[in-house]
């Protein structure tokens, strides 16, 4: 398993210091953070870094499963312990005994289900379901959630002893957006791994403008959405190359990732202040009071005209090529007018 957090910045050094210092202590962590921070990698840090790690690593997504289905994949259960159960069946806890146990988004867990795990933590036993036999773990347990239990807790949705025993440390991730540096950094790594997987000759590099538009992007998504979009933009780019000789992907003209071709979230202003998605389904609402700036009629042609590629582009999962067909263009037509609405989409 890859259980390295990427980054230099000062923000994410911090945490892995503090990761590795928590690693050391048999004591259970809570790691909080928006989504796509990599909870799941510090998760991992924590278990290899640890002395356990030879021992088996688990890991559960508690919001993945109904709360009947998610006690017996925590406990296990016995044969016919409730309606469509199969044969007896360890849990996750007897299956990551003296190891380590991954729980995200307990903020999902009911009540019940929490009563049993503050069992475990303080006692190291609990009972399969359908079965009154106490089973006996050594199970280090290391806990996520991107929502504020505490606050949980205060509306009576989440047990504060339960709370209380599974913080010995927080440890909190910050968010892509006050990681300074890190943006670019992992922008080049993911784009460089995405070309080596499509076998390309040589590495994407981005211009200023898209180095930009990436650094003042707020990532709500962070790192996930971060490596969705540079990937996404790789594998969009990769239409324009050829196979050489060698099998290897080449581009004539370089391999060069511009701010205009990447289809950000309608959170995202483009530098310069204009929102991208303003262009989406045509011109402003509120229009200036006549007679028009020069260039303005152009600018909202543009403007209706990218709304139609980016409805053609997400209904096509942005395969330009699949997109190009659906508007009845070919693809280096499609090319064309869509930077060109691009480029006077963008300016004032």
Not at 7 to 35: T, W, Y
Not at 224 to 236: A, W
Not at 279 to 304: C, I, M, Q
Request: glycine share 8%.
């Amino acid at each position: 398993m890859d259980a390295e957090i990427w980054g230099e910045s000062e923000a994410i050094l911090e945490i892995k210091s503090r990761l590795s210092r928590a690693a050391k202590v048999n004591r259970p962590v809570l790691i909080v953070g928006e989504r796509g921070t990599g909870k799941e990698l510090a998760a991992g840090r924590l278990h290899y870094l640890s002395p356990r790690w030879q021992k088996p690593y688990l890991t559960l997504n508690c919001a993945a499963l109904n709360p009947g289905l998610l006690e017996s994949e925590l406990f296990g259960h016995e044969s016919g312990a409730f309606t469509g159960a199969g044969p007896t069946r360890p849990g996750r806890f007897e299956a990551a005994d003296t190891g380590t146990l991954f729980l995200d988004e307990i903020s999902h867990l009911s009540l019940e289900a929490q009563a049993k795990i503050l069992r475990v933590v303080e006692y190291g036993s609990f009972q399969r379901l359908g079965s009154t036999r106490e089973m006996k773990v050594d199970v280090r347990l290391v806990s996520a959630s991107n929502v504020d239990l505490w606050a949980l807790v205060e509306a009576g949705k989440f047990r504060p002893d339960l709370l209380d025993r599974l913080s010995f440390e927080v440890i909190t991730l910050p968010p892509l957006r006050e990681r300074e540096g890190d943006i670019l950094r992992l922008a080049h790594l993911f784009a460089a791994r995405m070309a080596q997987e499509l076998g390309l000759a040589q590495t994407p590099t981005f211009t200023p403008a898209a180095a930009e538009a990436l650094a003042k992007h707020p990532w709500p998504g962070n790192v996930r959405e971060l490596k969705n979009t540079v990937e996404r933009q790789v594998f969009n780019q990769d239409q324009d190359f050829v196979l050489d000789l060698n099998g290897f992907a080449t581009d004539r003209q370089g391999f060069v990732i511009d701010h205009q071709d990447f289809v950000l979230d309608r959170h995202f202003k483009q530098p310069g202040g204009a929102d991208i998605n303003s262009a989406v389904g045509g011109a402003s609402r509120e229009l200036p009071k006549y007679p028009w700036p020069e260039g303005e009629f152009d600018r909202r042609t543009a403007a209706y005209a990218l709304g139609l590629f980016q409805e053609a582009l997400k209904e096509a999962r942005y395969n330009q090529r699949e997109a190009a067909r659906l508007l009845g263009l070919t693809y280096h037509r499609f090319r064309f007018l869509h930077k060109k609405a691009q480029s006077f989409a963008g300016n004032r």
